[in-house]
Structure formats: C-alpha cells, structure tokens
C-alpha cells in the first residue's frame, strides 16, 4: 500500500467495527451483567440458608465444643474454614465447568442475537482466577451470619 494503510490491533480494531455490531455486543454484556448479579445474589441466599440449617443440625455439637471451652471466636474461625475448603472445592469445579461450557453459552448468545457473529470465546487467567475468588467471597459471605449466630 505504499505505507498509505495503517493496521489496527487490539481495542483499537473496535474503530472498525459496525455500528449495529457494538449495540448487539452492548446489549450482550449488559445481559450477561445481570446474570452474573442475580446469580450472585442467589449465591449468597443459597449458601447462607444451607450453612444456616447446617448450623442447626449441630447446635449440639456447638454447645458441647463451647461447654468443653470453644470460644465463640474459635467456633466462628472453625466454621469460616469448613466453608474456605468446601468454597474452595466449589469455586475450583465451577471454573473447570464455565471454561469447559463458555463456547456453548457463546454460541448460544450468538443464536439469540445478543452478541455478534464475529463474538468468539477467549480464555484468560485473570477471569478464571477472579471466578474462582468470586466464587470463595460469596462462600464466606454466605457463612459469615450463619457463623456468628451459630458460635453464641
């Protein structure tokens, strides 16, 4: 071209995009904005009511670890840690299992028209590593009432 082009790489390959294509990707991430809050939302129910009726289950064997001199604080740090280990666990399968089902979900977005043809699945380690956070904070935050509550 005699140095009468130029190439664009990166966000900048956005310029050349469509406009009909950056409202069809705009609309998809505001779609998959709030999946991702009302699933975190549910999360958050869903393991405080677990851990709250586990809680009761063992209100006995709370009471006794207290008679014999748990402290509240003791008895709140042992059931923060049963929920790092199963939250762990947890976070780690739904990691493996959102990689191993991203192309489908992308594939599905596409056929819905909410991302553009052009959409196409890329893997990194930051999303996958934030999944995985996300995923033990939402644990912690799920146990953390239940724990106070269940440590008195």
Do not use: N
């Amino acid at each position: 071209m005699g140095g009468r082009g130029s190439v664009l790489t990166g966000d900048d390959r956005a310029l050349l995009e469509p406009a009909a294509d950056a409202r069809t990707r705009w609309i998809g991430e505001q779609v998959i904005a709030g999946i991702t809050a009302l699933s975190a939302f549910a999360a958050v129910f869903l393991v405080a009511s677990t851990f709250s009726f586990s809680v009761l289950q063992r209100r006995r064997e709370l009471g006794l670890l207290h008679a014999i001199g748990a402290t509240p604080k003791q008895l709140r740090r042992m059931m923060l840690g049963e929920a790092v280990l199963v939250g762990a666990a947890a976070s780690a399968c739904g990691v493996l299992l959102g990689a191993l089902a991203a192309p489908l979900l992308g594939s599905l977005l596409v056929d819905a028209g909410f991302e553009p043809p052009s959409f196409e699945i890329r893997y990194g380690a930051l999303p996958l590593a934030a999944a995985f956070t996300v995923g033990l904070l939402v644990a912690l935050a799920g146990v953390w009432a239940a724990s106070r509550r269940g440590a008195k």
